[in-house]
């Protein structure tokens, strides 16, 4: 099991270093998310979810669409946020490249997420790593993003216990030897907070309540393989909105609406995924 987050891990560390010069202004977002996606499986996972490439003051969920003309530009904030899984074993980073004049912001994510790290060893609560990364975002006179956490994982499941707060909770939970997870700072200029906007391009499968309608079931059966992970809409071949609408209606689809920050104040991102040993917490991206 543990072999098999290594090896996302693994994968993803090396798309991270290639990533980063190919975020350029005038570059398509939908290549990069191409090839992020396409060279995860060439290495030998499968992507956990779709590239995510949030720009300025969107914080996450977003991804190209199908046909998506979007090119970066000068001053853009990039956040590339990736996952990789190995039979369903799941490992998670991101990083924010700056095109403009972010450079304190995007350090601050990245002191911060450092930090929080460099404190990790079995005993200590989330509470505390929490407490390190809101201290980092003082320092620097910028706040966490409270509202976006860090998350544990379970197989072909992204997001589960512990929540890695980015801020001193009342009440955390004890870190133990053996745990996986991923710790992603964000940080902004503005209030801290992200609210969902109407556009979505990422969803997973809930419910395998049966269908109906041909064409909802022509979709549910191109994402079978993905299980409970996040797809893009892009993925599917014939992305129908209609039909995409109901599946959410019904319950048989969630859907991740792109997260903004609430002041519209630029966003950075900072995550690596760690297994908690004796000794500390080793990263795995
Ligand atoms: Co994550």
Not at 89 to 109: K, M, R, S
Not at 215 to 239: C, D, G, Q, Y
Request: hydrophobic share 40%; proline share 5%.
């Amino acid at each position: 099991m543990i072999e098999k987050h290594e090896k996302a891990g693994e994968i993803l560390k090396q798309i991270r270093e290639e990533v980063v010069k190919l975020v350029k202004p005038e570059t398509k977002m939908l290549e990069v998310a191409e090839f992020v996606e396409g060279k995860i499986a060439e290495l030998g996972a499968q992507p956990a979810f779709p590239c995510n490439i949030s720009l300025n003051e969107d914080a996450a969920h977003c991804t190209p669409s199908k046909n998506d003309q979007r090119a970066f530009k000068d001053g853009d904030l990039v956040k590339i946020d990736m996952g990789a899984h190995v039979d369903g074993y799941i490992a998670d980073t991101a990083i924010t490249i700056d095109l403009g004049e972010h450079g304190e912001l995007v350090e601050c994510a990245e002191v911060a997420l450092k930090k929080a790290i460099e404190i990790i060893e079995p005993g200590i609560t989330t509470s505390e790593i929490g407490e390190e990364i809101e201290s980092v975002a003082k320092e620097f006179g910028f706040k966490p993003v409270y509202n976006l956490t860090g998350h544990g994982f379970m197989p072909y499941i992204a997001h589960a216990p512990p929540t890695i707060y980015n801020y001193r909770v009342e009440k955390g939970i004890k870190i133990e030897e053996g745990m996986i997870f991923a710790i992603e700072p964000f940080m902004t200029s503005g209030a801290g907070r992200v609210s969902e906007r109407s556009e979505t391009e990422i969803y997973s499968v809930v419910s395998s309540k049966p269908v109906r309608m041909r064409m909802a079931r022509e979709i549910l059966a191109e994402v079978e393989k993905h299980k409970t992970l996040p797809f893009a809409k892009r993925w599917l071949s014939n992305p129908r909105e209609i039909i995409i609408s109901k599946l959410v209606r019904d319950g048989i689809l969630r859907a991740y609406p792109v997260l903004t920050e609430v002041t519209r104040e630029p966003v950075s991102q900072a995550e690596h995924t760690v297994i908690v040993e004796e000794n500390g917490a080793r990263i795995i991206t």
